[in-house]
Each structure stands twice: as C-alpha cells, then as structure tokens.
C-alpha cells in the first residue's frame, strides 16, 4: 500500500439520522473510485463498512466502519492531475442508541458529510451530529440522499437543513429528474449537466444543460457566486465588476470559504444506484481541508485535560504522537486499535511511549483498514489513520509518542449510560466466561458500563438503550460463547444527605490474645450534586496513627457503596475525620474500617437521607400535529418541558424527564403518533426523588432485598 504525504489525506466523517444510506453511500463511493470489484448494498449485507454479524443481521450501523478511497479529479473544472488523494472514511452510526460511537470517532475527522433523507429532511440525529461538528470545529458538508426515493424532494430537503442550520448552506446542485426518474445534477460551479448511468459506474457523463432548467440553473448559479464571493474582499471586487467569477477563482472561494466554516455545501445522490459519486469525491478532494490545514492540536501535559496546555503543529517534522480513538476486540486478531498520526511519522517496528499507561508499544505489522481488512502500509504520515493489533495494554483514549516529547490528547465526552439491566448467565460455564469477555466489549465500547450489585450479587448491564444492551447480549453469545438473560432495566437511584451530622464510630471485641479496638469521630456534610465523595483528613496530635487513616476511608466508601435507605450508592458528600482513639495493641486496619463503616451508618441517620433519582435530557422529534400530545405525555411523566422548535412540519420537543418514567416510552411513542415519532435520551443529571414516590421507591428495594436475601439462605 502506497503512503500519502499530509497534503493528500483527507479524513472524512460520514453522519447522519438513521436509515440515510451513509452505509450505501460509502459503499458507492468506494465502488467509483475502484476499491471495490462490486457495488456492495446493505440489503444484501455485503457493504465494505457494516461487516459486523449483528450490522448485517439488523442492517444498521453498530459501529464506526473505516474505508479508504484513492481518488483524483475528475469531470469540469477539475485539475489536471495524476496524482491521487487518500480518503479516509469514518462511516458513524445513525440510531441515536449508539450515537456515542458517533460522537467519540468524529474526532478523527477534518471535515464531515452530514448524510440528509431527501423525504424526510433534517431528523434528531442530524442534529446532534451537526452539534458534534460544531464542538470539533469541524467544516460540513450536507448531502441529500435517497433522490430516487418516492415523495423525494430537493425544494423541501433544501428548506428543511436551511432552516435548522442557517442560510450558510449553499447548494452546489440541482436535480435532473425527480424521484424515480433523477437520472444526474447540474453543476452549478462549472454549469454543466452531470449525467450517470443507474446502477453504473457512478462516474457522470457531462452535458450540457438542458433547456427547462437554464434558467433555474443562471439563478443558483449567480446566488452561490454571490455567496462565495462575500467574505472575500478580492473575490467581492472581481464579482461586481465581472458579475461573476472564472471557475478557477469560485473553486478557490469556494475551498476557502468552506474551510473558513462560511458556507456548506450541499450536494445531491442515490446512492442505492450510484449516482453522484463521482461529484462528491471531486468535492472531497478539491475542497475539503487536508489534516495540515487547521495548523496545530493542542494537549496537555497531564491526562484527563490537567497540566499546561501543549500545541504541536500537525507536521511531518514534529515529534510523533498517535491519539487512539476507537479499539475492536477480535476473537482472533485479538485486540486492534485505531489511532490518528496526530504529528511526525510512524514507521512500522517503532517503539513508542503510551504516556497515559506509561508503558512502551512495539507497532508491528502497520494496518490502514478497509472495512475488516488491513493492508499493510511501511508507514503512516501526520495526519493519517490506521490500525494496529495486538498492543499490550493501549485502550481507546490513549496517546502515545516520542518518549521525551509527552503530550496527552483529549477524550470525547461520552455521557452516563441511560439504562441499566440486570444479566443473568444461564449456566455456571458462563458465569465463569462473562468476566473476560464483558472485559474485551467494554474495551471497545466507552458507552457501556458493568458492575456486581453488593447486596444481591447480581451483574448489572449498563448503556445507552435497550437496543444497545441487546446488541451487547448478542456479542457475548457470538463472540465468547456466553450466554445471559436480560432482566427487566432497573433505575439506577442514587442516595445523598441533606444535612450535616457528627458521629462517632467504635469498634471494640476481646477474644482471647489480641482484640480489636479503634475509635474514629466523623463529620459528613452535603455537596452539590455531581461531585462524588470527598474524604478529609483533619486529625491532630496523632489520634489515629496516619497508617490507619486509609483503612477508615476504605470503611466510610464501602458502606455508602451498600446505601443506607434502599441500598443505592450514597454520594455527593464530604467525610471529615477529626478525633479518634487508639490502643497499641489491639488496633488493626480492620478496627478502623470497621469503625469508619459504623460512624458513617450513625451519621446518616442524622444527616436527613434522602433518594437521587437520574434526570435524562429528551429530544422528541414529530410532525407537529402530535406536538400537544407529545408535549402533554411528558409533562404526564413528571417532565419539565424546556421548549419546541419547529422543523418545517415537523416539531422537536425538548424536556427533562426522570429515567423512572421513560422505561416504556419508545412503545408508547410509536402508538401515540402512529410510528412518525423519534426520539433521543442521554443523562443529565440527578435530583431528588418526591417524598411519596421515594417511599415506594425504598420499599420495593427493601422487600427485593430482602427476598434475594431469603432465597441466598435457602440456597445455603
């Protein structure tokens, strides 16, 4: 495999609601420019990117895919050239379950194609990934898709992304033909007619335009003109006295202003039958940025955002450094992650510093991917993305590089998961094999978390969504062989306090020999919410001995850890340990814990309890007639309505609703506004539970408890 200098890599976010056809469309793409002996099609379940069993079977994106294209202008106004560029692709999940995996592979990108259903206009997750786009700064591109579709239209798709995201979207194109007669586009740049064979080689046949559209075509023409010309003061100066501008001179607008943020583009296809490929891999190519082109990253000298801030320019001649930005475990390659050459080279046998885990890697066998394949490469310039198997420890959110030039990158911001099941696996055989392969699933997936409930010994399954933890289910039996039962989604409650208490724990026991014995006094105070557990060590004159100190920390986090009123975690308070006693003898590091446990069981029952209960931000996306109903289901649910937008004819309602409420609400949307309805849900935050409702809360988990309990003994 060839390797591209920085200068001609492009890296490509492919975005967009679900069912868009980013799948089909890369899979076209990769087919015009030759990298595919076949126009590979979801349906069938042979696309290069969508090549995971569980994609294939739901045929939907689970997972961010990457491909490659090799591709040089062709077609009106573009360079003469024989030197080919390299895309890569980032082709992202659309259903907002897995839009985490969107989120956390965007940041990969230069530059993204925002993917637009040419019926159905701008949806939820459009929204969300145009948000993505704009915390990356990224430049964006929009194409409509599905032209070929029935109901299809370019007026109203038009209407509907200018309207959500603002008069800076300029069309490059317009539709030859409408619905199942779209056969082409005219080109506004160089006013010619693209036409494409359907179902061809996606690579346009050029004419002129036809004569019913001249006139249509004169007028977008002069309005992107016009738009490009406007943040340029040379361009602006030319275009009034010429009225308009040379091919040459709007391509380099256009370049400039889209790489500036000042204008996206938009572009048309179908991609089921390959037409307007060849354009969009021109536009690709002759507008998007290179790596290089934002000037420099930016680190820090710490981990997690901490220490002084570093910039290193996005050059071949910087010291190396990689940021790893997605890991897949492969039951037979093992562990591959992906990673971005953020600066340098990497040649392949380097041995690099992991500056987060601060160990050494040896890159052996350098991969680009193409869909699940590698290729070999020898090496990978600043800017590129590849893949290697096999590291030792290196996980997704790693940066690693030259030893003496340290610089740790930042993460995607992934949100808590919404949902919690608890799993159950079948046989004793798969309780032993679930820890190892829950392991390599959580390494690949930042959204996903597991745990052991303390009380009931139960393994908590927790994501984004049903649908996510389904798709997790499925990957256990397939890929290591366990199987597990779902049990119904519990609400992950939270307890705090409301109130400040002193207390004091002892723990005294004689037996023969040695006893037991240690004595610590405690106050615990509330914190705002978010902030966790605060331990303090404020003891004079050596009341407890500094060694025992640790062991009643450990004491206090374990008994907030099994709740107090329901069981839940305690959080969100601050422990501060200020007295205590001692005996030479008989104190121990389980005196103290012990101690430490019991003087944060009496302080509780002073600090007024209380129950958290989790708060997800909703976004409902319906047409507009169903906007009161929806609206009034919410407030139904104890959701606070935090506005509406109109979308067209559509209506995006947003509120903050307890987690409690939303378990059944994907069933009752699709039954309230006949399956028109879509919606998405990510945590916000905690608040308190109201008194009556907490009352039952805390009851059922006594008596959920207190069975599992029953059934443990009866077991013994």
């Given at each position: 495999m060839k390797s591209y200098t920085t200068q001609f890599l492009r890296n490509v976010g492919i975005a967009g609601h679900g069912d868009t056809g980013k799948t089909q469309l890369v899979s076209s793409l990769l087919y015009t420019a030759g990298m595919t002996p076949r126009l590979g099609k979801v349906a069938e379940?042979?696309?290069?990117?969508?090549?995971?069993?569980?994609?294939?079977?739901?045929?939907?994106?689970?997972?961010?895919?990457?491909?490659?294209?090799?591709?040089?202008?062709?077609?009106?106004?573009?360079?003469?050239?024989?030197?080919?560029?390299?895309?890569?692709?980032?082709?992202?999940?659309?259903?907002?379950?897995?839009?985490?995996?969107?989120?956390?592979?965007?940041?990969?990108?230069?530059?993204?194609?925002?993917?637009?259903?040419?019926?159905?206009?701008?949806?939820?997750?459009?929204?969300?990934?145009?948000?993505?786009?704009?915390?990356?700064?990224?430049?964006?591109?929009?194409?409509?898709?599905?032209?070929?579709?029935?109901?299809?239209?370019f007026d109203r798709a038009l209407k509907s992304v200018q309207e959500g995201f603002g008069r800076a979207i300029v069309p490059l194109q317009l539709p030859i033909g409408a619905e199942k007669q779209f056969r082409g586009v005219v080109d506004l740049l160089s006013m010619k007619a693209l036409l494409y064979a359907p179902d061809g080689d996606g690579r346009a046949k050029v004419e002129e335009i036809p004569a019913e559209m001249a006139a249509a075509a004169k007028e977008a023409h002069e309005t992107l003109v016009e738009m490009v010309a406007e943040g340029d003061d040379k361009l602006m100066e030319e275009f009034f006295e010429e009225g308009t501008l040379p091919l040459e001179d709007l391509?380099?607008?256009?370049?400039?202003?889209?790489?500036?943020?000042?204008?996206?583009?938009?572009?048309?296809?179908?991609?089921?039958?390959?037409?307007?490929?060849?354009?969009?891999?021109?536009?690709?190519?002759?507008?998007?940025?290179?790596?290089?082109?934002?000037?420099?990253?930016g680190g820090f000298t710490e981990a997690g955002g901490k220490g002084k801030p570093v910039e290193r320019k996005i050059s071949d001649s910087e010291p190396l450094s990689i940021f790893v930005f997605k890991t897949l475990s492969d039951p037979f390659a093992g562990r591959i992650n992906y990673f971005k050459v953020m600066s340098g080279v990497l040649k392949n046998d380097a041995t690099l510093t992991d500056f987060t885990r601060g160990t050494s890697e040896r890159f052996q066998h350098l991969h680009v991917m193409q869909g699940k394949t590698g290729v070999e490469i020898a090496d990978l310039h600043s800017g590129d993305l590849g893949a290697i198997a096999k590291l030792k420890e290196t996980v997704t959110g790693d940066s690693l590089g030259d030893k003496?030039?340290?610089?740790?990158?930042?993460?995607?911001?992934?949100?808590?998961?919404?949902?919690?099941?608890?799993?159950?696996?079948?046989?004793?055989?798969?309780?032993?094999?679930?820890?190892?392969?829950?392991?390599?699933?959580?390494?690949?997936?930042?959204?996903?978390?597991?745990?052991?409930?303390?009380?009931?010994?139960?393994?908590l399954l927790a994501g984004s969504g049903q649908q996510h933890i389904e798709v997790v289910v499925a990957k256990l039996r397939k890929r290591f062989k366990v199987d597990v039962m779902l049990k119904p989604p519990k609400v992950p409650y939270r307890e705090t306090i409301r109130a400040k208490a002193d207390a004091e724990g002892k723990h005294k026991k004689q037996t023969g020999g040695h006893g037991q014995f240690g004595v610590c006094r405690v106050r615990i105070e509330p914190l705002p919410r978010g902030a966790g557990f605060e331990f303090v060590d404020d003891i004079f004159g050596g009341s407890i001995p500094k060694n025992y100190i640790p062991s009643v920390e450990k004491g206090i986090r374990a008994a907030a850890d099994r709740g107090y009123l329901a069981g839940f975690p305690v959080v969100d308070f601050r422990a501060v340990l200020y007295d205590g006693k001692y005996h030479?003898?008989?104190?121990?590091?389980?005196?103290?814990?012990?101690?430490?446990?019991?003087?944060?069981?009496?302080?509780?029952?002073?600090?007024?309890?209380?129950?958290?209960?989790?708060?997800?931000?909703?976004?409902?996306?319906?047409?507009?007639?169903?906007?009161?109903?929806?609206?009034?289901?919410?407030?139904?649910?104890?959701?606070?309505?935090?506005?509406?937008?109109?979308?067209?004819?559509?209506?995006?309602?947003?509120?903050?609703?307890?987690?409690?409420?939303?378990?059944?609400?994907?069933?009752?949307?699709?039954?309230?506004?006949?399956?028109?309805?879509?919606?998405?849900?990510?945590?916000?935050?905690?608040?308190?539970?109201?008194?009556?409702?907490?009352?039952?809360?805390?009851?059922?988990?006594?008596?959920?408890?207190?069975?599992?309990?029953?059934?443990?003994?009866?077991v013994a």
């Open positions: 379940g042979n696309t290069v990117t969508d090549w995971d069993e569980e994609e294939i079977a739901r045929k939907i994106s689970i997972q961010t895919g990457l491909a490659f294209a090799e591709w040089a202008p062709s077609g009106p106004g573009s360079e003469k050239t024989v030197e080919k560029t390299k895309i890569n692709f980032l082709d992202t999940p659309g259903y907002s379950t897995f839009v985490n995996e969107t989120r956390a592979s965007l940041i990969a990108a230069d530059a993204t194609l925002i993917v637009v259903d040419a019926v159905a206009g701008v949806q939820v997750v459009t929204e969300k990934v145009w948000d993505y786009t704009t915390e990356y700064d990224q430049p964006r591109a929009v194409v409509v898709n599905w032209m070929d579709r029935e109901l299809a239209s391509k380099k607008g256009l370049r400039l202003a889209f790489q500036q943020r000042r204008l996206v583009p938009l572009v048309l296809s179908s991609a089921l039958h390959n037409i307007g490929s060849d354009a969009i891999l021109n536009l690709i190519v002759d507008v998007f940025p290179d790596p290089a082109a934002q000037g420099k990253t003496g030039s340290p610089i740790h990158f930042p993460l995607a911001h992934i949100p808590e998961p919404a949902i919690t099941f608890a799993i159950e696996p079948k046989t004793r055989a798969d309780e032993d094999r679930i820890g190892l392969g829950i392991h390599k699933i959580l390494e690949e997936d930042l959204a996903l978390r597991f745990s052991r409930d303390p009380q009931t010994k139960e393994f030479d003898v008989d104190s121990s590091d389980m005196a103290f814990k012990i101690a430490g446990s019991l003087a944060f069981k009496e302080g509780m029952k002073q600090a007024r309890p209380s129950l958290l209960e989790p708060i997800m931000h909703v976004e409902v996306y319906a047409p507009e007639q169903y906007s009161g109903d929806v609206m009034g289901d919410l407030s139904s649910r104890r959701g606070r309505i935090s506005g509406s937008e109109a979308r067209g004819v559509n209506v995006v309602v947003k509120a903050q609703v307890p987690f409690a409420e939303m378990l059944s609400y994907a069933t009752d949307l699709t039954s309230m506004t006949q399956g028109r309805a879509s919606y998405t849900m990510e945590f916000s935050h905690y608040d308190f539970v109201p008194g009556e409702i907490a009352e039952k809360v805390i009851a059922h988990a006594k008596a959920e408890r207190q069975g599992q309990l029953t059934e443990d003994e009866e």
